[in-house]
């Protein structure tokens, strides 16, 4: 097991839309050691998925990726389309937001699970449902025997999602990624599929990536955050860090946006005012000036670069957030 | 297919069985329901052709004794037929015996019409059949390779030849197979029938060129459905990205996924489609001497027999009801989300 | 367009997100060509079979001499040659698309206007009413219109006139079909409420608000369905309806060829290929049509 086992350095990502060239990501650099859990804040549009994609080998051919991903020492970009796909699901396996969608509703949960293991080796249809029974165990299903042999539909939304997480990990993989795992569950399945997660990670080894709009999901899991804005990295920290020491203007409206139970009740909720930016029109400067309330002409012109100002904390803005006294 | 096959554990049975009888319970209402608006469709197809066969010039016993007949003659025939009844009568007569299965006999030949029924319907079956066979085993490789490349060379090809088939008439295909095969080259013959009790290879040479005429245009249509349906799942459908995600390779996607749902869809059009295709059997059979249920029936036309018309009329629209039914029904039993009813905790 | 290419690009398999700019561009070019092209071609038929016959130099496709009957292609003055009978191959060809797109014009017009309207009101009044449309329409659908064609044929005689009734059989309820569909989905729309809301008499409802917004369905569907129609003539004459000989149509033509197809083939093959064309116009402007329109 090497050091580091996953980094991404300069990762830019462009689509054609419409006729437009779309950069989903402009410059994304992370990097995360075996067991760590990093997770991957931003708003819809912010390019948290499609990083999450590429990662992945997932994206189209027509995306052009530029940038480095070296996973385990190899690296990705660039790699043929056949390589790329003894990657998935083998060194990378991915966990998506939907699981009544994501599962095929026409094929047995057993059959959905036995096929991500029969891609990757050579098992026996009884050999893999054998370990199949295993992944499903192993992601507490209750009544596992019999969820073999139904369909999606019979299984509620929390026990679809553990499916899920169980093909992901039906190959072994070194890294997985949560999309919004938990984003379709209600909150007490929420932290209960959190807590498989990170259980399986400790007894696993495995990297877990979690890719959330929550900040209060990534306090509670994460070991390093990284915020993302417009395609951008724009904030890096160990989570404590991170949380003790807000810095981006952004990050900061994003806490703030949490409701908390010490505020009076009745306080109006503060969201981030303004929209995600058109990531087909690249402006220079600052992608958040027009939502920030710390802008300035500075702010406009230049855009500010992503590095470490303090140790491990990193941050991409003119003007930082002050340390301020936190309830 | 899936793991149809695995021994299911005893408290899986019963909690199918469970289900199974929960979803099977709604299921026959449904059917029971959609039978029962049936049946007053079976009755206005038969009362309608039923008007429009006795607006007819001319009756059964005309055409039985020709133009020589004396108007007494034609009486004596027609009141022995039943001919002379009023409209109505013979509506309710022929009714009443039709919904217990007696179809009264032809006018012209006395022979029973469920008997001629019984000849001639196996006969248009396995031509239907035949041609539904040859469109849908070619349709589904077809429009599997075309969803694999969309707009790639094989899409495109496919896409411009089943346009063209979709625009030839089935009877000029006939025609055109006919000279070509049967005149020009004389490898297939071009007029008649064999049974295939008698032998099933000539059986099947004589019922290749019909077959093909009916089956060109269903392979065309069915090709054109299926590559689209394929490709809207491969593109929209949230379970493909997953199927992706386990490195599994694109075809398998295609074929282990998309297929088994796309297949759905074109199961349902085919059966409704059997309706209007008896209607071009009917010209096929003709030009290719087919004893089927169309020879029969323009036949049947010629002598005003009305027993064997109302018979031949009754089972088509039959077959049509059911066909719809069978559609309704088969999407309902096939599609797992239906068939094993709620999700149980 | 602050959004992202949605996961369903990302998926993989679609060729949407390949455009280049130009292509966006090439593409809407290619959606105008799509109509453009087959519409060029129905117009051309149609001046053919139309407008030429009147202008330029036909002779009529009836009345030929029997001397100079089965003359092959390219004889002098016959450049596709004469029918046994004596008439001009290419004046009964163009005589016949006339015919038989006058026909399948007058079935479509009628369904159109008779079906959508019938469907429209079964799909915009609901209840019982649309309840016994749908049944009566299910009734004529199962209902094997070869009979009634046949009967006609044999009960009216062959005309014009009877194979329009006959095809009217299978292009109203259709047409009725699809009408009661779109009208069900344009009627849940707040627009509809809101008119309705206000007081709009029914007559106006229909025409002026449901009309329009079924309109394109109703015309792709009209298009797509002259094909169908033309090959549904032909069929009839097959079983004694259709156009009566000697005037021509392509279908009766092709019927009628039957019998001398060993002998002379061309007597099939011309109005076959001549109705083969007509139809895949027809199809490709249909589908030309619903790409255009279904994706606004």
Same mark, same amino acid.
């Given at each position: 097991?090497?050091?580091?086992?996953?980094?991404?350095?300069?990762?830019?990502?462009?689509?054609?839309?419409?006729?437009?060239?779309?950069?989903?990501?402009?410059?994304?650099?992370?990097?995360?050691?075996?067991?760590?859990?990093?997770?991957?804040?931003? %708003?819809?549009?912010?390019?948290?998925?499609?990083?999450?994609?590429?990662?992945?080998?997932?994206?189209?051919?027509?995306?052009?990726?530029?940038?480095?991903?070296?996973?385990?020492?190899? %690296?990705?970009?660039?790699?043929?389309?056949?390589?790329?796909?003894?990657?998935?699901?083998?060194?990378?396996?991915?966990?998506?937001?939907?699981?009544?969608? /994501?599962?095929?509703?026409?094929?047995?949960?057993?059959?959905?699970?036995? %096929?991500?293991?029969?891609?990757?080796?050579?098992?026996?249809?009884?050999?893999?449902?054998?370990?199949?029974?295993?992944?499903?165990?192993?992601?507490?299903?209750?009544?596992?025997?019999?969820?073999? %042999?139904?369909?999606?539909?019979?299984? /509620?939304?929390?026990?679809?999602?553990?499916?899920?997480?169980?093909?992901?990990?039906?190959? /072994?993989?070194?890294?997985?990624?949560?999309?919004?795992?938990?984003?379709?569950?209600? $909150?007490?399945?929420?932290?209960?599929?959190?807590?498989?997660?990170?259980?399986?990670?400790?007894?696993?080894?495995?990297?877990?990536?979690?890719?959330?709009?929550?900040?209060?999901?990534?306090?509670?899991?994460?070991?390093? $955050?990284?915020?993302?804005?417009?395609?951008?990295?724009?904030?890096?920290?160990?989570?404590?860090?991170?949380?003790?020491?807000?810095?981006?203007?952004?990050?900061?409206?994003?806490?703030?946006?949490?409701?908390?139970?010490?505020?009076? /009740?009745?306080?109006?909720?503060?969201? $981030?005012?303004?929209?995600?930016?058109?990531?087909?029109?690249?402006?220079?400067?600052?992608?958040?000036?027009?939502?920030?309330?710390?802008?300035?002409?500075?702010?406009?012109?230049?855009?500010?670069?992503?590095?470490?100002?303090?140790?491990?904390?990193?941050?991409?803005?003119?003007?930082?957030?002050?340390?301020?006294?936190?309830? | 297919?899936?793991?149809?096959?695995?021994?299911?554990?005893?408290?899986?049975?019963?909690?199918?069985?469970?289900?199974?009888?929960?979803?099977?319970?709604?299921?026959?209402?449904?059917?029971?329901?959609?039978?029962?608006?049936?049946?007053?469709?079976?009755?206005?197809?038969?009362?309608?052709?039923?008007?429009?066969?006795?607006?007819?010039?001319?009756?059964?016993?005309?055409?039985?004794?020709?133009?020589?007949?004396?108007?007494?003659?034609?009486?004596?025939?027609?009141?022995?037929?039943?001919?002379?009844?009023?409209?109505?009568? =013979?509506?309710?007569?022929?009714?009443?015996?039709?919904?217990?299965?007696?179809?009264?006999?032809?006018?012209?030949?006395?022979?029973?019409?469920?008997?001629?029924?019984?000849?001639?319907?196996?006969?248009?079956?396995?031509?239907?059949?035949?041609?539904?066979?040859?469109?849908?085993?070619?349709?589904?490789?077809?429009?599997?390779?075309?969803?694999?490349?969309?707009?790639?060379?094989?899409?495109?090809?496919?896409?411009?030849?089943?346009?063209?088939?979709?625009?030839?008439?089935?009877?000029?295909?006939?025609?055109?197979?006919?000279?070509?095969?049967?005149?020009?080259?004389?490898?297939?013959?071009?007029?008649?029938?064999?049974?295939?009790?008698?032998?099933?290879?000539?059986?099947?040479?004589?019922?290749?060129?019909?077959?093909?005429?009916?089956?060109?245009?269903?392979?065309?249509?069915?090709?054109?459905?299926?590559?689209?349906?394929?490709?809207?799942?491969?593109?929209?459908?949230?379970?493909?990205?997953?199927?992706?995600?386990?490195?599994?390779?694109?075809?398998?996607?295609?074929?282990?996924?998309?297929?088994?749902?796309?297949?759905?869809?074109?199961?349902?059009?085919?059966?409704?489609?059997?309706?209007?295709?008896?209607?071009?059997?009917?010209?096929?059979?003709?030009?290719?001497?087919?004893?089927?249920?169309?020879?029969?029936?323009?036949?049947?036309?010629?002598?005003?027999?009305?027993?064997?018309?109302?018979?031949?009329?009754?089972?088509?629209?039959?077959?049509?009801?059911?066909?719809?039914?069978?559609?309704?029904?088969?999407?309902?039993?096939?599609?797992?989300?239906? =068939?094993?009813?709620?999700?149980?905790? | 367009?602050?959004?992202?290419?949605?996961?369903?690009?990302?998926?993989?398999?679609?060729? +949407?997100?390949?455009?280049?700019?130009?292509? +966006?561009?090439?593409? *809407?070019? *290619?959606? +105008?060509?799509?109509?453009?092209?087959?519409?060029?071609?129905?117009?051309?038929?149609?001046?053919?079979?139309?407008?030429?016959?009147?202008?330029?130099?036909?002779?009529?496709?009836?009345?030929?001499?029997?001397?100079?009957?089965?003359?092959?292609?390219?004889?002098?003055?016959?450049?596709?040659?004469?029918?046994?009978?004596?008439?001009?191959?290419?004046? #009964?060809?163009?005589?016949?698309? *006339?015919?038989?797109?006058?026909?399948?014009?007058?079935?479509?017009?009628?369904?159109?206007?008779?079906?959508?309207?019938?469907?429209?009101?079964?799909?915009?009044?609901?209840?019982?009413?649309?309840?016994?449309?749908? *049944?009566?329409?299910?009734?004529?659908?199962?209902?094997?219109?070869?009979?009634?064609?046949?009967?006609?044929?044999?009960?009216?005689?062959?005309?014009?006139?009877?194979?329009?009734?006959?095809?009217?059989?299978?292009?109203?309820?259709?047409?009725? #079909?699809?009408?009661?569909?779109?009208?069900?989905?344009? #009627?849940?729309?707040?627009?509809?409420?809101?008119? #309705?809301?206000?007081?709009?008499?029914?007559?106006?409802?229909?025409?002026?608000?449901?009309?329009?917004?079924?309109?394109?369905?109703?015309?792709?569907?009209?298009?797509?369905?002259?094909?169908?129609?033309?090959?549904?003539?032909?069929?009839?004459?097959?079983?004694?309806?259709?156009?009566?000989?000697?005037?021509?149509?392509?279908?009766?033509?092709?019927?009628?060829?039957?019998?001398?197809?060993?002998?002379?083939? +061309?007597?099939?093959?011309?109005?076959?290929?001549?109705?083969?064309?007509?139809?895949?116009?027809?199809?490709?402007?249909?589908?030309?049509?619903?790409?255009?329109?279904?994706?606004?």
């Amino acid at each position: 097991m090497s050091e580091s086992l996953l980094e991404v350095s300069d990762l830019r990502v462009d689509f054609r839309h419409d006729g437009r060239l779309v950069r989903a990501v402009d410059g994304l650099t992370y990097s995360m050691r075996p067991g760590q859990t990093v997770a991957v804040i931003g %708003e819809s549009g912010s390019g948290k998925t499609v990083s999450a994609r590429a990662i992945m080998g997932l994206l189209p051919p027509s995306a052009k990726v530029t940038g480095s991903i070296r996973f385990d020492e190899v %690296e990705m970009v660039g790699l043929s389309e056949k390589a790329l796909r003894s990657h998935r699901g083998c060194g990378v396996a991915m966990v998506f937001q939907d699981p009544t969608r /994501s599962l095929n509703p026409t094929m047995r949960i057993g059959a959905q699970i036995r %096929e991500a293991i029969q891609t990757h080796e050579k098992a026996s249809r009884g050999s893999a449902q054998d370990r199949a029974l295993e992944l499903l165990e192993l992601v507490r299903l209750p009544a596992a025997r019999e969820r073999l %042999e139904q369909y999606p539909h019979q299984l /509620s939304g929390g026990m679809r999602q553990r499916v899920m997480i169980a093909i992901a990990l039906a190959a /072994s993989p070194r890294l997985l990624i949560a999309d919004e795992a938990t984003t379709a569950l209600d $909150v007490t399945t929420q932290a209960q599929i959190m807590e498989l997660l990170r259980d399986l990670q400790q007894r696993l080894g495995m990297g877990l990536i979690m890719i959330s709009h929550d900040l209060g999901l990534a306090a509670s899991f994460a070991d390093d $955050v990284v915020v993302m804005y417009a395609g951008r990295a724009v904030e890096r920290a160990p989570t404590q860090m991170l949380f003790a020491h807000v810095r981006m203007p952004y990050t900061r409206a994003l806490l703030d946006a949490i409701p908390r139970l010490e505020n009076e /009740s009745h306080a109006p909720l503060a969201a $981030v005012p303004g929209q995600p930016p058109n990531l087909a029109l690249r402006e220079p400067g600052c992608p958040f000036t027009p939502r920030c309330p710390s802008a300035t002409d500075r702010c406009r012109e230049h855009a500010p670069v992503f590095e470490e100002h303090e140790p491990e904390h990193l941050w991409a803005c003119w003007h930082p957030c002050e340390d301020r006294v936190r309830l | 297919m899936s793991s149809a096959s695995a021994p299911l554990s005893a408290p899986l049975a019963a909690r199918a069985g469970r289900a199974g009888r929960l979803a099977g319970s709604p299921t026959l209402r449904f059917i029971l329901r959609r039978l029962l608006a049936a049946i007053p469709v079976l009755f206005g197809v038969t009362f309608l052709s039923f008007v429009v066969m006795n607006s007819l010039p001319g009756d059964a016993a005309q055409e039985l004794l020709g133009a020589q007949a004396t108007p007494s003659e034609i009486h004596q025939l027609e009141a022995k037929l039943g001919l002379d009844k009023p409209f109505l009568t =013979r509506y309710w007569d022929w009714l009443h015996q039709a919904v217990i299965g007696h179809l009264g006999h032809s006018l012209s030949s006395g022979q029973s019409v469920a008997s001629i029924l019984g000849s001639d319907l196996p006969v248009t079956f396995e031509l239907v059949g035949f041609a539904f066979l040859i469109s849908l085993a070619l349709a589904v490789p077809i429009a599997l390779v075309s969803a694999r490349n969309p707009n790639g060379v094989a899409d495109r090809l496919s896409m411009i030849f089943s346009m063209a088939g979709l625009s030839v008439a089935p009877y000029v295909l006939a025609l055109v197979l006919i000279y070509v095969f049967a005149v020009k080259l004389g490898v297939l013959p071009a007029i008649g029938w064999v049974p295939p009790g008698q032998s099933l290879w000539q059986n099947i040479r004589f019922l290749i060129l019909p077959a093909v005429s009916i089956g060109l245009g269903l392979l065309c249509f069915y090709t054109r459905l299926l590559r689209a349906d394929l490709l809207e799942q491969m593109q929209g459908e949230d379970y493909v990205v997953t199927a992706r995600a386990k490195g599994l390779r694109p075809w398998r996607v295609l074929t282990r996924h998309a297929l088994r749902n796309s297949l759905f869809g074109l199961i349902t059009v085919v059966a409704l489609n059997l309706g209007t295709l008896l209607g071009f059997t009917v010209v096929i059979e003709d030009i290719f001497g087919i004893p089927g249920i169309g020879h029969e029936l323009l036949q049947a036309i010629d002598n005003r027999d009305i027993p064997v018309i109302e018979g031949i009329v009754f089972v088509f629209a039959v077959i049509v009801v059911l066909a719809n039914l069978a559609a309704d029904v088969l999407y309902s039993v096939l599609d797992p989300r239906i =068939r094993y009813g709620q999700p149980t905790e | 367009m602050a959004n992202l290419p949605s996961d369903l690009v990302v998926a993989g398999v679609a060729p +949407r997100a390949d455009e280049a700019a130009a292509d +966006r561009v090439a593409g *809407r070019w *290619r959606g +105008r060509i799509g109509v453009i092209v087959p519409a060029a071609m129905v117009g051309f038929i149609f001046l053919l079979c139309f407008v030429w016959p009147i202008i330029g130099p036909v002779p009529p496709p009836t009345g030929g001499n029997i001397l100079s009957s089965n003359l092959p292609a390219f004889s002098p003055g016959h450049f596709l040659g004469t029918d046994p009978v004596g008439n001009d191959e290419w004046s #009964r060809l163009l005589y016949g698309g *006339r015919a038989s797109l006058e026909i399948a014009l007058a079935v479509q017009a009628i369904g159109l206007v008779l079906g959508g309207l019938i469907g429209a009101i079964a799909g915009y009044l609901g209840g019982w009413r649309d309840a016994t449309i749908m *049944r009566v329409l299910d009734v004529l659908i199962a209902f094997p219109g070869l009979v009634l064609a046949v009967a006609i044929a044999q009960g009216l005689g062959p005309s014009k006139l009877h194979t329009i009734w006959a095809l009217c059989f299978f292009s109203v309820p259709a047409a009725a #079909r699809i009408s009661r569909a779109a009208t069900l989905r344009v #009627r849940e729309q707040t627009f509809i409420t809101a008119a #309705r809301l206000s007081g709009t008499s029914f007559p106006r409802m229909l025409l002026g608000h449901i009309a329009p917004n079924i309109l394109p369905q109703l015309l792709t569907y009209a298009l797509l369905g002259m094909g169908i129609i033309m090959i549904l003539e032909g069929a009839l004459s097959f079983v004694g309806l259709g156009v009566p000989p000697p005037a021509p149509s392509w279908g009766n033509m092709i019927a009628q060829g039957q019998s001398t197809l060993s002998a002379a083939p +061309r007597y099939v093959f011309l109005p076959s290929a001549a109705l083969f064309i007509t139809v895949v116009s027809f199809n490709l402007l249909g589908e030309g049509l619903r790409a255009r329109w279904g994706s606004q």
